[in-house]
C-alpha cells in the first residue's frame, strides 16, 4: 500500500510469482488513474492507466483494478521478473491534468 | 522514452545563489510540468506551462519561478537557494488539456543546497 511516512513499504516475490500492489486515493472526484514505476536514479515511467468509467483495464503482462467503492487502486503484474524490481506509485487526476501523487511501493523481486 | 532532456543531472551549491535547471522536450508537447521529489512525499508539483509564455503555479511553488520562451524549453529557477529546495526536481510533459493523459518524465535533476 502507499506509505505515509519515510520508509516505503516494501513487496518481496520470487521471480515468476504475480504481484499485487495496492494504492488508496484520497478524492472521490478524482476521473483519472495512472500508475508509474520508477528505478533509482530515472524518472517515473509510465505503466498503465485508467478512467473512472472502467474498473479493470489488461497491459502487456500489467492489469489495473479500479474499485471507486472503497477508492482502492490495484496494479497486477504476472510473472514477475527481476527487471521489474522498482518502485511504484499511483496518482489520481482531478481537474485540468493536475495529478496527485502516492509515495510508493517497493518491490524487490528475487530470481 | 519520450524525448525530454532535464540539465544538469546533478548540482552542488551554497545557500544564497541562484539555480537554474532547464527542461528541454523534442516531442512538442504543449505541456510542461516540473516537480520536486523528497522522502515521505509524492512528486509534487511546482510550476507547469500550458503553452508559450503560459504559465501557472503548483501546490509548492513558494521560492521558484519559471520560464517558457519556446515550445521546447521549459526553465525553473530558484532565485536565492535555500536548504529546504535540496530535492530531486523532475520535468514532465503532456500533449492533450483532457487530464486523461499521462504526464511522460525526464530523468531528474539532483539539486544539493549546502
Known amino acids: 500500500g502507499e506509505s505515509v511516512g519515510l520508509h516505503l513499504p516494501t513487496l518481496s516475490v520470487q521471480e515468476g510469482d504475480n504481484s499485487i500492489i495496492n494504492c488508496a486515493y484520497s478524492?472521490?472526484?478524482?476521473?483519472?488513474f495512472i500508475w508509474y514505476k520508477q528505478e533509482s536514479g530515472k524518472g517515473p515511467q509510465f505503466i498503465i492507466d485508467?478512467?473512472?468509467?472502467?474498473d479493470k483495464r489488461q497491459g502487456q503482462r500489467v492489469t489495473v483494478l479500479l474499485n471507486k467503492t472503497v477508492k482502492h487502486l490495484s496494479l497486477q503484474i504476472a510473472a514477475t521478473q527481476p527487471g521489474d524490481s522498482a518502485v511504484y506509485f499511483c496518482?489520481?487526476?482531478?481537474?485540468?491534468?493536475?495529478?496527485?501523487f502516492g509515495t510508493g511501493t517497493r518491490l524487490l523481486v528475487s530470481p | 522514452d519520450a524525448g525530454i532532456t532535464q540539465s544538469p543531472r546533478h548540482k552542488v551549491t551554497e545557500t544564497g545563489t541562484p539555480v537554474t535547471l532547464r527542461c528541454h522536450q523534442t516531442?512538442?508537447?504543449?505541456?510542461m510540468y516540473w516537480y520536486r521529489q523528497d522522502p515521505g512525499h509524492g512528486l509534487r508539483l511546482i510550476h507547469y506551462?500550458?503553452?508559450?509564455?503560459?504559465?501557472d503555479k503548483g501546490e509548492v511553488s513558494d521560492g521558484y519561478s519559471v520560464s517558457r520562451s519556446k515550445t521546447e524549453d521549459f526553465l525553473l529557477t530558484l532565485e536565492s537557494a535555500t536548504s529546504s529546495q535540496t530535492s530531486v526536481y523532475f520535468c514532465?510533459?503532456?500533449?492533450?488539456?483532457?487530464?486523461?493523459?499521462?504526464?511522460?518524465f525526464g530523468d531528474g535533476t539532483r539539486l544539493s543546497i549546502l
Open positions: 496518482a489520481e487526476g482531478r481537474g485540468f491534468q493536475k495529478l496527485v
Open positions: 516531442e512538442n508537447h504543449r505541456y
Open positions: 506551462s500550458y503553452g508559450v509564455k503560459d504559465t
Open positions: 514532465a510533459i503532456s500533449a492533450l488539456r483532457d487530464s486523461n493523459q499521462p504526464q511522460h
Open positions: 485508467i478512467r473512472s468509467n472502467m
Open positions: 478524492n472521490s472526484a478524482s476521473d483519472y
